[in-house]
């Protein structure tokens, strides 16, 4: 099955500086999500972006589908920002179920 | 509903009891899964439900884990003779239908001593 790897694993900022958290998969895509898991376990979407550059407040992204990977920015960091950020891919293969990547643990310290 | 709901929140259980988790998705949603995360952990995909489909259950680590959806709504994951490596939290996701955004409940925390 398709290989989904992210990176960095873990990211510890200072409050107001800027990330790129990265997202690369083995096989062609039909679709690409990024989630923000909060401290309390809720999954929160983020982009639903299968290719393209989508931005919402401080928070961008850019999926380079023929390139297989996707980037999310978060520029001007907050402590809510905390949590763990992950992608999820769904194959051009045929099958519907996304596949998660393991994650990137971020911590922003005040 | 207004988004996914799951219950109960948290479940604590005693080794070889049975558990049952219920998901109730956004009105309208056709596809339905349920994953797994153990702590610190990704994602562990069970089970996928779409419309009136024959479910995709090619996830489910035993067959100590079932689960049921009837038609596009309620979704009930079963686990029997629960055993400590199940401690885990269930997530349990609602889509329109194939290939689009997913929205997940709030998961159940379940504990087995």
């Known amino acids: 099955g398709i290989q989904v790897e992210q990176s960095p694993p873990d990211l510890i900022l200072q409050e107001g500086a800027n990330s790129t958290l990265r997202c690369n998969f083995s096989d062609s895509v039909n679709n690409l999500q990024w989630f923000h898991q909060n401290p309390w376990g809720q999954l929160i979407n983020l982009f639903y972006?299968?290719?393209g550059t989508k931005q919402n407040g401080r928070l961008s992204a850019t999926t380079v589908a023929t390139e297989r990977y996707s980037l999310l920015y978060i520029s001007s960091s907050q402590t809510t920002d905390s949590g763990v950020y992950f992608c999820?891919?769904?194959?051009?293969?045929?099958?519907?179920?996304?596949?998660f990547g393991r994650g990137t643990s971020l911590i922003v310290h005040p | 509903g207004a988004g996914v709901s799951q219950s109960p929140s948290n479940k604590v259980t005693e080794k070889g009891k049975d558990v049952e988790l219920r998901c109730d998705p956004i009105s309208g949603h056709t596809a339905l899964y349920w994953y797994r995360q153990r702590l610190g952990q990704g994602l562990e995909f069970l089970i996928y439900f779409q419309g009136n489909s024959a479910p995709d259950k090619s996830g489910l680590p035993s067959d100590r884990f079932s689960a049921e959806r009837t038609g596009e709504s309620v979704s009930t994951l079963t686990i029997q003779r629960t055993q400590q490596e199940d401690s885990a939290v269930y997530l349990c996701?609602?889509?329109?239908?194939?290939?689009?955004?997913?929205?997940f409940g709030n998961g159940t925390r379940l504990t087995v001593t």
């Open positions: 996701a609602s889509s329109l239908g194939r290939g689009v955004p997913l929205h």
């Open positions: 972006i299968p290719s």
């Open positions: 999820a891919v769904h194959t051009s293969g045929g099958s519907y179920i996304p596949t």
